[in-house]
């Protein structure tokens, strides 16, 4: 277990819908990351929190977005969905940026 | 910008065979350089790490040697096993950038 809880584990949802994916990090890990994981894909990058406030951007779409809370879950809300959508989601956490990643086991979302 | 380049896969090999994957990476300071391992339906999870040039990381059978002269930091393991079938990402720790990810799959 790597102490990053991310819910829900599965979603099914019709193209044009908006979802909002949760991720709670390890106690006491300032930084979150978010990803997207399509099938024969890599890991891409989408975005990254430290201690509330927006660090670095990757290949983030404009339809999503995320935020960290002053309690330092994070939510990213993805918006108009698309069939390419369908991935998995994974949420990472680390004490600071730079450190060991710990990563949840992701949010597996089915755009239908 | 920082960037890291993996070896493409995927890599099949048969039990006990040497296993070596290739990560190159771009990266402005000295950077941390990481090893994941995806088991299938898994998350990632921590393979082994180097934090300064020279470094060996080390971890299960496998190994990666922090190059700054080479910029790379290639995972070697000597004698792979079955259980061993997996996603390795290599990383990057500023913005923890991954590679594109080498799927290894050891047959019997």
């Known amino acids: 277990d790597s102490g990053v809880t991310q819910t829900p584990k599965h979603l099914i949802t019709a193209t044009g819908q908006r979802v909002t994916l949760r991720c709670s990090p390890r106690s006491g890990d300032l930084s979150v990351y978010w990803y997207q994981q399509s099938l024969d894909q890599g890991l891409q990058f989408l975005i990254q929190?430290?201690?509330?406030?927006?660090?670095a951007k990757g290949n983030i779409l404009e339809r999503f977005s995320a935020q960290q809370f002053p309690d330092l879950h994070s939510e990213l809300n993805l918006s108009s969905l698309e069939l390419g959508d369908s991935a998995l989601y994974f949420c990472a956490s680390s004490a600071i940026t730079g450190s060991e990643a710990f990563f949840g086991q992701g949010t597996r979302l089915t755009v239908v | 910008g920082n960037s890291v380049t993996q070896m493409e896969g995927p890599v099949t090999l048969s039990e006990e065979a040497f296993l070596t994957i290739n990560c190159t990476y771009t990266a402005t300071g000295y950077p941390s350089l990481f090893w994941y391992v995806q088991y299938p339906g898994e998350g990632l999870q921590l393979l082994l790490k180097a934090t300064k040039a020279d470094d060996k990381g080390s971890n299960k059978g496998f190994e990666a040697t922090y190059r700054k002269e080479t910029t790379s930091f290639h995972l070697e393991k000597g004698s792979v096993q079955v259980s061993d079938s997996a996603v390795y990402f290599c990383?990057?720790?500023?913005?923890?950038?991954f590679g594109a990810g080498t799927r290894l799959t050891v047959k019997p």
């Open positions: 990383a990057l720790n500023n913005d923890m950038r």
């Open positions: 929190y430290y201690n509330g406030e927006e660090r």
